[in-house]
């Protein structure tokens, strides 16, 4: 078995949500042997066990995958991958969060230290892989992130009252305050409408929310952080899934919902285009248009077959997300 080292934020333990980390290693433990890092929530022990497991197996690694993000996690990968470099060992960077073109804008220098030496990069979408191509990098691989399709139940649902589905980490960047303008929206419009939001605290954004909900006088349900189980299990009793980001490459939880056979409506930025093919697998609308996202919920809730088509469509593009599907591509970058 080839020995992989695999460097990134595994967090969940923490409060956090579960990530690439966490997910792809245990998928890639059936063949290979993996070690991980970090586990630790403070910046700078995780940065030094990160960069302890790199020197503890100088001479028993075949491969070295970095979690490489636009955020602090930036330096991280800067620094594990000159780690990499000086012990001459491959590394191989997975790009996340649509945001990472800035770094290449912005930090060119930084950008080729870590980018350019690199064996292979690993993006999980046809977006953020051209955008890198822009740049100049030709070292490019797409392989998407992966679900376990037998976890996901598919259902097509009645909308009746709407009951919409929200789940992602609250940050600004995924702006989940449109998810709240939406709902007051569809009210205003006289639907009867319902808001769930599922996810963890990330920036403070969460208090902000639970203040402007109640300041409006509607009632959303906060769950807070749940686990996959939890959250599949609620959406058993929605029947609309909204993804409100600004900023985005290719989140898992829309990928998830579609397995589910929840109609899609999000904002058409980053690599959701690529995700969802618009009136085909979902619908897509201009970044923070309340009235855009909410005529759209209107237009499944109104229009059976169109959601029908939607909801069928999704979950065929779901199923090519499936680890028996992915993991073929990994072997193949991985030996």
């Known amino acids: 078995m080839k020995n992989v080292l695999y460097v990134g934020n595994a967090l969940s333990h923490s409060g956090k949500n579960i990530t690439s980390i966490e997910t792809?290693?245990?998928?890639?433990?059936?063949?290979?042997?993996?070690?991980?890092?970090?586990?630790?929530?403070?910046?700078?022990l995780r940065l030094l066990d990160m960069m302890g497991l790199i020197l503890k197996n100088t001479k028993n690694t075949d491969r070295v995958l970095i979690d490489t993000y636009s955020t602090l996690n930036f330096y991280y990968a800067l620094v594990i991958s000159q780690l990499c470099r000086a012990f001459k060992l491959d590394y191989i960077h997975i790009l996340h969060g649509g945001n990472l073109e800035s770094r290449l804008k912005n930090n060119p220098r930084l950008s080729k230290l870590i980018f350019k030496n690199a064996k292979c990069l690993v993006s999980p979408s046809k977006f953020l892989k051209s955008k890198f191509e822009v740049?100049?990098?030709?070292?490019?691989?797409?392989?998407p992130n992966t679900i376990q399709i037998n976890n996901y139940q598919f259902r097509s649902r009645a909308v009746d009252t709407i009951k919409l589905l929200w789940v992602r980490s609250f940050s600004k960047i995924y702006n989940p305050k449109l998810a709240i303008l939406v709902l007051e929206a569809l009210i205003n419009k006289g639907y009867k409408a319902q808001l769930t939001m599922v996810g963890p605290d990330s920036?403070?954004?969460?208090?902000?929310?639970?203040t402007l909900a109640l300041n409006k006088k509607l009632t959303v349900d906060f769950t807070g952080k749940l686990t996959q189980l939890e959250w599949i299990t609620r959406s058993k009793t929605h029947n609309i899934f909204i993804n409100t980001t600004n900023l985005d490459n290719a989140p898992v939880s829309v990928i998830e919902a579609m397995a589910l056979g929840l109609p899609i409506v999000s904002t058409n930025?980053?690599?959701?285009?690529?995700?969802?093919?618009?009136?085909?697998?979902?619908?897509?609308?201009?970044?923070?248009?309340?009235?855009?996202?909410?005529?759209?919920?209107?237009?499944?809730?109104?229009?059976?077959?169109?959601?029908?088509?939607?909801?069928?469509?999704?979950?065929?593009?779901?199923?090519t997300f499936n680890w028996s599907h992915v993991k073929q591509s990994w072997n193949s970058l991985l030996n």
């Open 135 to 143: 740049y100049g990098y030709t070292n490019l691989v797409f392989i």
């Open 24 to 44: 792809l290693s245990r998928h890639l433990k059936e063949d290979y042997n993996i070690k991980i890092a970090s586990i630790k929530p403070n910046r700078i």
């Open 203 to 210: 920036d403070n954004s969460l208090n902000e929310l639970k």
């Open 269 to 319: 930025v980053g690599g959701l285009p690529f995700l969802v093919e618009n009136e085909l697998e979902g619908l897509l609308v201009k970044p923070d248009d309340t009235e855009a996202m909410a005529n759209a919920i209107i237009r499944l809730k109104e229009d059976n077959l169109l959601k029908d088509k939607l909801i069928f469509n999704a979950r065929l593009k779901a199923e």
